[in-house]
């Protein structure tokens, strides 16, 4: 089994076994986190990833690639703002509850394929307590501070953690994978729409890691980002690692329901209202494009980021109506398509207010 096995390599720390974490305070002896402020001499290790207590080793590949290789499970990605803030870390331990609740049932297990039974996985999770938000929360800390040790980053690092809890359990407890918050797209940003969606929408799988590969073949320069929608109705879900929003006259923002809610979109919801926005759940037509005063896309690593070209195929472009095509311009020759450009400005705003408000939903690791 991939990543579940000893490795060859010698473990880069092992964990003081006193060390105590509650979900209100994240506390450690500090003899187990590098000093503030230290750096590793010469390369710095930028990717660390851990598939058992007590063992952190370097990561080459993303960790998206790494969780893929292992059992189907439940996953969560989180940001934290320095090293020793976790941002919203009760909202990513209630959202590996609730997907961990649904891999366990005998429905779930059944429809997807899983050999194990769902009685044994079930009393796994609870067996390591990755069944309660207490526990589990301590767990994700403590693993958290090991690969810190490893890690090394600065007080002013911000960092990016996956945790990734597997439907074979029994054999590979919980992984985790802990690397520096890569920068946000530099200006302009560029959105391409394609038809597709996403099987369960409403929790984070890693089926879907697999699942969307065959659409990253459309992210390549100057393409940022692709967003789903329905051929059938014109209704855009979501991108592939982030959730979409649209802006429409009169300061009304929509953005589909049916998918998983980010933390991102989370403050989203509640940061519009205060700039006079009105949060519509519902979602974007891709024949209402036209229509938008702009639009953008969140995630836990970029924030709010402004989109100013969508790309949009020539099968989504309505051919009836008053203004079907208004703000689009030809694309590359012989592919039919589409380019709208948007304003960026009131989702810059957006971003702006967004970002006072983070440090405040922060958990402290000391």
């Known amino acids: 089994m991939p990543g579940c096995q000893s490795s060859p390599e010698p473990c880069l720390h092992s964990p003081d076994p006193d060390t105590q974490v509650s979900r209100s305070v994240c506390h450690t002896p500090s003899a187990t986190l590098p000093p503030k402020g230290m750096a590793l001499p010469g390369d710095r290790v930028t990717r660390v990833c851990s598939n058992r207590p007590g063992c952190v080793q370097p990561l080459s590949e993303k960790g998206t690639q790494w969780f893929a290789r292992h059992p189907r499970g439940m996953y969560t990605c989180l940001r934290t703002m320095g090293p020793r803030r976790l941002l919203m870390l009760d909202m990513h331990i209630d959202r590996l509850l609730t997907g961990l609740d649904q891999m366990t049932s005998a ?50 690092d911000d960092l990016r953690v996956s945790v990734l809890v597997t439907s074979a359990s029994v054999d590979c407890d919980m992984l985790m994978v802990v690397e520096y918050l890569p920068p946000r797209p530099p200006p302009p940003y560029h959105m391409q729409l394609c038809p597709g969606h996403r099987q369960c929408p409403e929790v984070k799988d890693t089926h879907w890691i697999r699942e969307r590969q065959k659409y990253e073949t459309l992210v390549s320069p100057p393409v940022n980002e692709v967003c789903l929608y329905d051929t059938v109705d014109g209704a855009i879900s979501e991108g592939l690692s982030s959730n979409f929003f649209a802006i429409y006259p009169g300061k009304e923002i929509r953005t589909s329901p049916a998918v998983l809610i980010g933390t991102m979109r989370r403050l989203v919801l509640e940061v519009a209202p205060s700039l006079g926005y009105k949060v519509v759940p519902s979602a974007p037509l891709v024949h209402e494009a036209s229509d938008w005063e702009g639009c953008f896309v969140t995630s836990t690593s970029r924030r709010i980021v402004p989109v100013s070209l969508v790309h949009m195929p020539p099968y989504a472009i309505p051919q009836t109506g008053a203004g079907a095509s208004d703000g689009c311009t030809d694309t590359a020759a012989g592919t039919g398509g589409c380019d709208l450009s948007l304003d960026t400005s009131q989702a810059e705003a957006l971003d702006t207010a967004l970002a006072r408000v983070l440090l405040s939903r922060c958990a402290p690791v000391d």
């Open 107 to 156: 429905e779930w297990i059944q429809d997807h394929g899983i050999q194990t039974p769902h009685a044994r996985i079930k009393a796994v999770l609870h067996e390591r307590g990755f069944d309660r938000a207490d526990t589990l929360t301590k767990a994700v800390v403590q693993r958290y501070q090991e690969c810190l040790s490893v890690l090394h980053p600065l007080d002013t």
